[in-house]
């Protein structure tokens, strides 16, 4: 993360404090340009809420000042190509807060067109999870209206800004709570011309899954009667957890129905294996029945987990049609290296596949570091 906190640092916050002084004279942006000597270590999100702050006590500062005010300046800082990048992260959030605490329906509804005119120049889709938080209905009416802007952007902003899981940004309960409140912004912008808003879509749609798989496969369902030329990749993708986790309708809607196979496998490579290292396995599967069977093939790692136990994680190998009696020979290579989002510990894992949501096959090996090995 040590690349990605430098995407707000002391040259950022004194070009932007530079522009808001030209843009909006009558504040003086001092404590927000003393920020530029005070991010030392902290990370992205710290330095974002440092800034912010800063930007918010400096609109403030002026007497009688309050939304409003920083709302012009962001708005007359506007008019200056330089005034973007990930500086505009901390300058939507010191909006929405500022919006929030206002408690006026004026300045919440103000922040909202102000988000949508900032996240060109970089989203908004973080900021407007506080104002998700204090008022859902207000701002997803807003987000609705935004499936029909002409700037993709905008339209992007009305699915991410909206997603339940979506990465890095604070959870907004009502959002898991509803499931159902976002899906008519899904529905407007699901054939979207733009890919970069579609995507949005898919991933919204995989996040509601996790906690309401029964809407999403009856959205999606919809969406697939009335397709288009990118209707079924942002089925396929918006239903991809729930394909790897064997759901069944999910699986039935996308072609995977229930079929006879004989599997064999996995066959590993290795017994153990010293990270950071590779595991290559293989396996055969045989449609013994009388029809074509369309099958989706994933394989699920059981990690060890600190306390001993295990913990399955699934991962994609393919999707195939086997024709009766024909038998496909597969194989794949895992890699175990310790990072950030997963740890690795040494100790007894197992490896299983999964076909059309049903599981075949168990193979065990050991995982051990390069300490233990050379010991």
Known sequence: MGAMNELIDAAAVHSAAAILTEAAPGVRWVRTRATASLLGDLNL????????????????????????????SFRAALRFPEFTGWILWPVSEAAAALAVDSGAAEDFDDALALLAELTPRLTGEFAIRRL??????????????????????????ASEGTR??????????????????????????????SEYVRRSVANHLNDLARHAPGPVVATAREWLSAADG???????????????????????????????VAVSGPHLDREVLTLPGELTFSFEIANTGTRDARLAVDYLVHYRKANGSQSAKVFKVSTLTLAP????????????????????????HALELQVNGAVHGRAEFLLETRSAASS
């Not at 701002?139 to 905008?154: C, G, I, R, Y």
């Not at 039935?252 to 006879?260: D, K, M, N, S, W």
């Open 45 to 72: 999100r710290a330095r974002t809420d440092l800034v912010a702050q800063a930007l918010q006590e400096d609109a403030l500062s002026v007497p009688g000042a309050g939304y409003p005010t920083a709302a012009g």
């Open 230 to 260: 990118n209707a079924g990749w942002v089925v396929r993708h918006g239903l991809r957890t729930l394909i790897k986790k064997g759901h069944p309708e999910a699986l039935e809607l996308l072609g995977f129905t229930p079929a006879q």
């Open 325 to 348: 009696g024909e038998t496909r020979s597969l194989s794949k290579r895992h890699a175990f290296r310790q990072m950030t989002t997963r740890v690795h510990h040494p100790g007894l």
């Open 132 to 157: 998700l938080r204090h008022n859902l209905d207000r701002a997803l009416a807003a987000a609705l209206e935004w499936t029909s802007h002409p700037d993709e952007h905008v339209r992007r902003l």
């Open 164 to 193: 339940p899981y979506l990465p890095w940004a604070v959870r907004v309960p009502g959002l898991v709570e509803r499931p159902e409140a976002t899906l008519p912004v899904l529905t407007a912008l699901y054939r979207d011309p």
